[in-house]
Every structure is written in structure tokens, then in C-alpha cells.
């Protein structure tokens, strides 16, 4: 069973064809080439999380809602990185440790 024409001219024109698909998928292959080095590159040039985050509260002059260790996943939008003694001192000061990530107890505060 052929499923091919049998016909010089049109064997001719689906080879030209094959050939223009196949530069298409060979420029998708290359693109995404691109993008993934583009990523990895991306993963390996991030800074590392800081250690400490102070959540920072709503509106200009609130005080401090949170102390976060630096890979927390429940730190909100509002954050400022701070060091181990900002972290330690905020605590002292009496804002609320996280919940989930026990800054006090990794800090040695209880």
C-alpha cells in the first residue's frame, strides 16, 4: 500500500514541503533550547533567601506584623530581609514569631 503520489512533480512539491516543515520544527526545537537555558541559567544566578524576614504591616508607619525564617512559604507580600540580631531583637520587642516556621524556637528564643 502507497500512500504516496506517484508522480514526479508532486513527490517534488511534498518533498519541499517536508523540507519547510521540518526547518519550522527544527526553529521551535532551537527556541526552546533557548528558553530552557534561559532558566536554568536564571535558577543558578538567584540569590539565596535570606535567612530572617520581618512581614512588614499594613500602611506607612505600622509596626512589624511577623518574623519569618527566610524559607518560610506563608511570608506575605510585605517583607523586608533582616539579620539574625534584627530578627532576634524584633522578637524581644514583641512581634509575633510565625506560626509555621517557629523563628522563635530555631532562634533560641522561647
Request: hydrophobic share 55%; charged share 15%.
Given at each position: 500500500m502507497n500512500d504516496?503520489?506517484?508522480d514526479l512533480p508532486r513527490l517534488r512539491t511534498l518533498?519541499?514541503?517536508?523540507?519547510?516543515?521540518l526547518e519550522r520544527v527544527r526553529q521551535h526545537?532551537?527556541?526552546a533550547e533557548q528558553r530552557e537555558a534561559e532558566r536554568q541559567q536564571g535558577e543558578e544566578r538567584r540569590p539565596p533567601p535570606p535567612?530572617?524576614?520581618l512581614e512588614l504591616g499594613i500602611g506607612v508607619g505600622a509596626p512589624p506584623s511577623e518574623v519569618h525564617a527566610g524559607?518560610?512559604?506563608a511570608i506575605g507580600r510585605r517583607q523586608r530581609p533582616i539579620t539574625r540580631d534584627q530578627a532576634l531583637e524584633a522578637l524581644g520587642e514583641g512581634v509575633r514569631a510565625c506560626v509555621h516556621c517557629r523563628p522563635d524556637t530555631e532562634l533560641g528564643v522561647l
Open positions: 504516496l503520489p506517484p518533498e519541499t514541503w517536508l523540507v519547510v516543515s526545537i532551537a527556541a535567612d530572617w524576614i524559607d518560610c512559604y
